[in-house]
């Protein structure tokens, strides 16, 4: 048996990198089997280092939503590397930036860029704790906010699909202080409330959550939340780092029509390029440095490159806003072909979308909070993720992951997934 160019990758990986990967979720643990070492992409297709070609569901979990190599997104960030990759001083592209961002999400007085999803939210809360001088704060299990300590209590994404229950490292004075319950349950929150008067700072969530699985906020839900920190004077934190200019220009908030206090971005607001940002109204913004004295600052925040990746590419979003019907028809479609073949296979299924995210959980009841992703049947997912990948289509290798999708897909491309999909269930099942 010869082994694999992705198989020698690994194991070499291993002796250098923990685990052989520089984030968790990519070694396929879950799943079962040996990560494929990618070596290019191009529109909706990723090749890896045997030449092996796949139809990309994960999209680097989201920024890709126009396609790979985007033309306009590379050549401009060519050009910008010619004028050096970093100055560590204000620049008029970061103004710009900016400027672009408030455009589109129109509750946002002030933003500061930073380089990641997860700086993003760990500012944002910092600066919901300054602002209302609270220590505790709710977040909803099976939601991730990135890895700073105090959001790996009851979190998703990789968290979940390791089933890591309490990360070694985070220390009790940190995760005392956050507060969780059930996505979905506005009593819980309620209760919450009760239990701990005038302490709480904000409530952060995921609008529509994507690191259980996707988990769509039931009616009335976040507008029961926008109420109660209203009348309990906490921060309202949506975390977009998924959805914010993927589910519209203007993210969940303007897709659902709720006003956060604060927001975070990450993933698409770079095209790829590390970056992440939070904003929102100027009376909270304006207490972080140098305005005020909640301390946030980043070497490399605002960097050139990251900025004229992300510039280029919410400008073509916004200039066609005719994308995000384009997507959501592919992901209506896509939908519409996964439901057929897999009412015919008899198994039982629950599909959860809205706009570009999808994703399939091997469920008899309704998905709507972590335990109902949880008692899913995952270990089919497992094998269908492997039976998919076999036949040439990438999905997220875990089903507490939602699917991207990319607006570079063509029908032939999503005919193929359904296709795709049949067989993989004629085959696991
Ligand atoms: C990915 C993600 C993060 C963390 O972003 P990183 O760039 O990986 O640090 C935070 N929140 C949500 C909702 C995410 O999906």
Redesign the pocket.
């Known amino acids: 048996m010869t082994i694999s160019k992705s198989e020698q990758l690994f194991s070499r990986a291993q002796n250098s990198i923990p685990g052989g990967v520089n984030s968790p979720v990519r070694a396929f643990k879950s799943v079962g089997g040996n990560p494929i070492f990618l070596k290019n992409a191009r529109g909706a297709y990723l090749f890896d280092a045997d030449g092996n070609k796949y139809i990309d569901y994960i999209n680097s979990?989201g920024p890709m939503i126009l396609g790979h190599a985007y033309t306009p997104v590379v050549e401009a960030i060519q050009k910008k590397a010619a004028d050096s990759t970093s100055f560590g001083a204000p620049t008029e592209l970061e103004v710009e930036m900016a400027e672009l961002v408030k455009s589109l999400v129109p509750n946002v007085d002030l933003v500061r860029m930073v380089s990641?999803?997860?700086e993003a939210?760990m500012s944002a809360l910092r600066l919901a704790r300054g602002y209302t001088g609270r220590n505790k704060f709710i977040k909803f299990e099976g939601c991730?906010?990135?890895?700073a300590d105090p959001f790996l209590v009851k979190a998703g994404s990789g968290v979940a699909t390791f089933n890591i229950q309490t990360v070694p490292g985070v220390t009790g004075g940190v995760s005392n202080d956050t507060l969780t319950c059930a996505y979905n349950d506005l009593d819980a929150v309620q209760q919450l409330f009760a239990e701990n008067k005038g302490e709480i700072a904000a409530i952060i969530i995921?609008p529509v959550a994507?690191?259980m699985g996707c988990i769509l906020p039931k009616e009335g839900f976040l507008e029961g939340l926008r109420r109660i920190c209203t009348d309990e004077g906490a921060v309202l934190i949506f975390?977009e780092?998924?959805t914010g200019f993927r589910l519209a220009p203007g993210g969940a908030q303007e897709r659902l029509k709720i006003d956060a206090d604060l927001v975070t971005y990450?993933?698409v607001i770079g095209a790829g390029m590390p970056v992440?940002a939070f904003g929102g109204r100027l009376e909270i913004m304006k207490q972080i440095a140098p305005l005020g004295s909640v301390y946030q600052a980043g070497t490399l925040s605002g960097n050139p490159l990251a900025m004229i990746a992300g510039y280029t590419l919410l400008q073509e979003l916004k200039n066609n806003p005719g994308i995000y019907t384009e997507l959501e028809e592919k992901c209506a479609y896509l939908k519409a072909g996964l439901q057929r073949v897999l009412e015919a296979s008899g198994t039982p299924f629950v599909i959860n979308q809205l706009g570009s995210m999808i994703s399939v959980h091997f469920s008899d009841h309704p998905v709507t909070d972590f335990a109902s992703a949880a008692s899913a049947n995952n270990a089919l997912f497992n094998k269908f993720f492997h039976a998919m990948l076999r036949r040439g289509v990438y999905l997220p290798p875990s089903a507490y992951e939602t699917w991207f999708l990319s607006n570079a897909l063509t029908q032939e491309d999503l005919d193929a997934t359904i296709k795709a999909t049949e067989e993989s269930l004629k085959e696991i099942l």
């Open positions: 979990w990641s999803g997860t939210c991730y906010h990135g890895h995921e994507g690191n975390d780092v998924m990450g993933k992440g």
